[in-house]
């Protein structure tokens, strides 16, 4: 008896086998894909029996695809993130190439962001509650307590101080030192509609009360803004909201503490 050895659709055998015989099978001539090897055992020049076996061929390098998966409906345009890697004798070890940056998912930013909050309007707490520290004496000055006046549109803009000292405690972490954002992520402060816009309300809401799957230009951004209501005083939130709309070239009018007194 003698068995026959096909791959694919071939008419003839590859190898023609005693058995019990050993074959090796060299997958380098053999195109990447799916295969079947076909074993045909013949007896008195008769096929007797014969067996299947689908295999896949991977020589080449591994290719990783994110954004799409098998039998997913889309439409619209679709972002796909593609990485491909592999190796061979005397190739050099680099871990970029062998790891596909795959997209951090929202429920990580979430997480991160609610983290971020809470860490900073504690500490924003913590530092005011003390008599010598640099946020108790900017909330003394905005309150008229000590040298500078009034937050407001108008004085010596004492505000200036407070807002920078705010907005980085309580918001770069997210919308970037430069009010830039994140794509996607953290909408950007430069040139946003609600901080350049006349009225103020939605502005100082958004601080107050938190924002949730705004849309900005067409784009939605899925991680939830906490809000600093109660982490901030009236005089602070009216300083890093004047912060924000007169930095990174946005040039609007500035608030009032009153104002944010009166959306509490």
């Avoid at 076996?53 to 409906?73: A, C, K, L, S, Y």
């Amino acid at each position: 008896m003698k068995i026959e050895v096909f791959l694919d659709d071939e008419l003839q055998p590859r190898q023609v086998l005693t058995p019990p015989e050993r074959v090796d099978l060299d997958t380098r001539e053999i195109s990447d894909g799916k295969h079947t090897l076909r074993f045909v055992a013949v007896k008195n020049g008769e096929q007797i029996s014969v067996r299947h076996i689908n295999f896949e061929v991977q020589n080449g390098p591994t290719i990783d695809v994110h954004g799409i998966h098998e039998g997913d409906r889309v439409s619209g345009n679709v972002s796909l993130l593609t990485n491909a890697y592999g190796s061979s004798v005397g190739d050099e070890f680099e871990v970029v190439s062998i790891e596909t940056p795959a997209p951090i998912p929202t429920w990580a930013w979430v997480v991160f962001l609610i983290v971020v909050g809470w860490g900073m309007g504690y500490l924003s707490l913590s530092l005011a509650d003390r008599p010598d520290s640099a946020v108790a004496k900017i909330t003394a000055i905005a309150a008229g307590n000590e040298t500078g006046g009034t937050t407001g549109s108008g004085g010596d803009n004492s505000w200036t101080q407070m807002g920078a000292q705010v907005y980085g405690n309580n918001c770069a972490a997210c919308h970037q030192g430069n009010g830039t954002g994140l794509a996607g992520v953290f909408p950007p402060l430069v040139n946003n509609p609600a901080v350049l816009d006349v009225d103020p309300t939605e502005h100082i809401l958004a601080i107050i009360n938190g924002v949730s799957g705004k849309v900005i230009e067409g784009v939605e951004y899925g991680a939830p803004m906490p809000p600093f209501g109660a982490a901030l005083s009236d005089e602070q939130i009216a300083a890093v909201v004047n912060h924000e709309r007169t930095s990174w070239g946005n040039s609007s009018q500035t608030v009032e503490t009153g104002d944010v007194q009166k959306l509490r």
